[in-house]
């Protein structure tokens, strides 16, 4: 990274960067993409969770990004991913305060994620920055409708 690359914007995770953002998250070991990804359900998310999920980009380069919405009372995180050069450089954490801050200002008290468990880099971020582990908790899915989507 030189002194030009290091002065990082984080923003609104537009629609119109839906493909820079798929990308990077096909890119990123520890993200888990499925048909829920497409980019009409994901312009659906952003409708339905307006300045929540953020981008971090260096000039028109995309380095970063996080979806994060709520359903009234919980907050939840999803495929936060940093492009690997721009790692360990805040971009992250930055990229959580943002989403953590636009929950905050709804009037959400408690944000949740899920991680892969064998996801360890992953865990040692979201540990790094003050995050635990529910230990009274898993997580149970079903399929609503037909396909291999769960
Ligand atoms: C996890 C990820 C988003 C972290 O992004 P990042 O920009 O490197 O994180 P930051 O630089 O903001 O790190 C914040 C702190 O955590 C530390 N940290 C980051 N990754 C770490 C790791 N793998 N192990 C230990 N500490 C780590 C940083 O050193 C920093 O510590 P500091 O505040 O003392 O300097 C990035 O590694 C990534 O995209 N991973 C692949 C995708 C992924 O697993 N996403 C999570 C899915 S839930």
Not at 94 to 103: D, Q, T
Not at 128 to 134: E, V
């Amino acid at each position: 990274m030189n002194d030009q690359t290091r002065i990082i914007s984080i923003s609104p995770f537009s629609i119109a960067m839906y493909d820079a953002v798929y990308d990077l998250w096909q890119r990123c070991e520890g993200v888990g993409l499925s048909g829920s990804d497409s980019l009409q359900n994901i312009a659906a998310y952003l409708d339905r969770n307006p300045s929540m999920s953020f981008v971090a980009t260096t000039g028109e380069h995309l380095v970063g990004a996080i979806l994060c919405g709520h359903d009234g009372r919980r907050g939840y995180i999803h495929h936060l991913a940093v492009e690997e050069n721009y790692r360990c450089c805040g971009i992250g954490r930055r990229l959580v305060e943002r989403a953590l801050s636009a929950l905050r200002a709804e009037g959400i008290q408690k944000c949740h994620l899920f991680i892969f468990h064998k996801n360890e880099p992953g865990i040692r971020f979201w540990q790094k920055i003050g995050w635990t582990f529910r230990q009274d908790i898993r997580v149970m899915s079903t399929q609503i409708v037909e396909g291999n989507d769960l």
